[in-house]
């Protein structure tokens, strides 16, 4: 059975820290797809990971994708307030059309940055 | 450019009612993905169309089902309700298919009682 398994599931934060959130799959994938969801909100694209060695930043998030691991980062640097969301991974599994495919969800990261 | 758009934003229903939930995609986009959320399962793959066709279906009963209309608006429907599919029901855009970024709706709460 597929399994796209985040951890830590909650996470407490000082702001100005850093911290990790880890992205590990159980099969081949292509891509990895990093989601952002603000409570009662619906889902944000923050990034989209497609090889091996990939890393994207987008201010104080930096997302890597490490496909010989089946293993993804989100790293946080120097965390704000406004940081604070739950956190999704998502992983489209092989085998899969060129465009088509479901995309697998691990549980989330809920984060809360503190001042 | 707009959005996507989901209708309802809430609904409430009641156990053995049907339910029939609206999504219209970013103009452009032909490949309409919906997915259920909850808390114990947290976001699950229900279908993906493309083209009128459904393309792919997760692992939920027959009483799941959709349709995709030539404007590329889809719709869901649930038959028979029960207490286990309240949740909240977004669907995705992406141009051609999951493989490719998708924007999400804002979704719809559905509550069975």
């Known amino acids: 059975e597929l399994k796209v398994e985040q951890n830590p599931l909650f996470l407490s934060m000082q702001e100005g820290k850093n911290y990790t959130i880890y992205c590990n799959y159980s099969t081949t994938s292509d891509r990895l797809y990093w989601y952002r969801q603000d409570p009662g909100k619906s889902l944000e694209s923050l990034f989209v990971?497609?090889?091996?060695?990939a890393v994207k930043q987008e201010g104080r998030l930096m997302a890597s994708l490490d496909t010989k691991a089946r293993l993804s980062t989100l790293h946080i640097t120097a965390a704000v307030h406004d940081l604070s969301a739950t956190y999704f991974c998502a992983v489209r599994p092989l085998p899969s059309g060129r465009s088509q495919g479901n995309l697998i969800f691990g549980k989330g990261t809920k984060l809360s940055v503190k001042p | 450019k707009a959005g996507v758009t989901q209708t309802p934003r809430y609904l409430i229903k009641t156990r053995g009612q049907q339910v029939t939930l609206s999504c219209s995609p970013i103009s452009g986009h032909r490949s309409v993905s919906w997915y259920q959320q909850t808390p114990g399962q947290g976001l699950q793959f229900l279908f993906e169309y493309f083209s009128e066709t459904q393309r792919n279906k997760g692992n939920f009963p027959g009483r799941f089902s959709g349709r995709q209309f030539s404007n590329s608006r889809s719709e869901m429907n649930v038959s028979t309700l029960e207490l286990g599919d309240s949740a909240l029901y977004l669907c995705?855009?992406?141009?051609?298919?999951?493989?490719?970024?998708?924007?999400f709706g804002p979704g719809t709460r559905l509550t069975v009682t």
């Open positions: 990971l497609l090889s091996n060695g």
């Open positions: 995705a855009s992406s141009l051609v298919g999951t493989g490719y970024e998708q924007y």
